[in-house]
């Protein structure tokens, strides 16, 4: 179900701001939803967000709500992350991941590719 290659990672203060892109190919993007997950230090891989293959409906994990937004851009195969008011606890190797389905999925036995990962580091 195609490749995917994230890029946009770093560092970034408390407060501040990044913003994760991921391009897909090999695949009719548009058929399907795309969501982030991350992993911390320590603990399991988490939902973070989802878009539908369409754009039109997106759900995001109680902890990003009002901070993070997900959006896609059909005509150029790739799926973004805006994260603002990053917190230290957002610190984590993010995962983008094109779902099997066209709705939103949140999931991860609903995902069937997954990119390398990109790591987030939030530190003063």
């Known amino acids: 179900q195609g490749q995917l290659l994230e890029s946009g990672g770093g560092l970034a203060q408390p407060g501040g701001s990044l913003k994760l892109s991921c391009a897909a190919s090999?695949?009719?993007?548009?058929?399907?939803?795309m969501g982030w997950f991350r992993q911390a230090p320590g603990k399991e891989r988490e939902f973070v967000a989802t878009?539908?293959?369409?754009?039109?409906?997106?759900s995001y994990a109680k902890f990003v709500m009002g901070r993070f937004t997900i959006s896609r851009d059909n005509a150029k195969n790739t799926v973004h992350l805006q994260m603002n008011a990053l917190k230290l606890e957002d610190t984590a190797v993010y995962f983008c991941?094109?779902?099997?389905?066209?709705?939103?999925?949140?999931?991860?036995?609903?995902?069937?590719?997954w990119g390398q990962g990109t790591l987030i580091t939030v530190s003063s």
């Open positions: 991941a094109v779902a099997n389905i066209p709705n939103t999925a949140i999931e991860e036995h609903e995902y069937a590719n």
């Open positions: 090999g695949l009719t993007f548009g058929n399907y939803s």
């Open positions: 878009i539908s293959g369409i754009g039109f409906s997106t």
